[in-house]
């Protein structure tokens, strides 16, 4: 979302309780983060955890007082029932907001989430699954309450559905870094960072890179970057160090917007 979370915090609440709308915003963000990184599970659990700030707002909007964060919600699929019966509540608040919010809740509950299981993993397809509900999610309640001029709400919406991009692309073994205005510095940290937990030869990342003089990128980049604690680079392997991973996640985008 290319928006900032102040603004849309800004446009909701009030008439919503900025309490929520700044936790909903919190989760949300975390999710596509985690999709756009690839971090299928966190985002999963992000999943859960954005259904239950908005099963809150269904009880702020149905009956409230809402249950205080750091409480537990109780019987989800009782606030989601009795929800259905208040007709003074627009109908994507009464059903398809609070029954999005129960599938988000059990993927994170039912699924490959928090158990080790032998199957296919479910993961990738599950992570999108919950981006686009959340995406769904977050553009209804803004049209439905939001407190600004209709463009600046249109803008937001348009925002919140952007088409993310991942910028490392895998092509028949051969890694792409497709945001071409990266340095060749940022480049190998994208692809170390796509790999991790996994290590990189010296020479897959000079090849995908395309980094013409071998013996300069090892001297001036990975050299470099292994002196900076950034990585972890002995015997012609590269692996990427937490400190280079807090980097990677400050200072190098890792998808695009289309």
Sequence with gaps: MSVARSQVISVLSPPLPPEIVTNLLKE???????????????????????????????????????TPFGTSLGNS?????????????HESVRIFIPRLARILLDVRNRRDVAHVGGDVSP?????????????????????????CPIDTARKIAESINETAVPIIADVDGFVRV????????????????????????????????????PSAFRKDILQKLDAEALI????????????GIMYVEKNIPMELLA
């Design 28 to 66: 949300y963000l975390d999710i596509k983060q985690n999709l756009a990184f690839r971090k299928f599970r966190p985002g999963e659990l992000n999943g859960g955890r954005f259904a239950e700030c908005v099963l809150r707002l269904i009880q702020h909007l149905d009956n409230p007082p809402y």
């Design 77 to 89: 699929d009782g606030i989601i029932r009795r929800v259905e019966n208040n007709t003074a509540l």
């Design 123 to 147: 993961n990738s397809p599950d992570a999108l699954l919950i981006a686009h509900c959340a995406d769904w999610i977050l553009t209804e309640i803004l049209r439905l309450y939001y407190n």
């Design 178 to 213: 497709q945001n071409t205005k990266l340095d060749f510095r940022s480049r190998a940290l994208a692809i170390l960072y796509s790999k991790n937990p996994s290590k990189v030869r010296d020479t897959a990342l000079v090849k995908w890179t395309r980094y013409s003089n």
């Design 232 to 243: 972890h680079y002995e015997n012609g392997l590269c692996s990427l160090l937490p400190k």
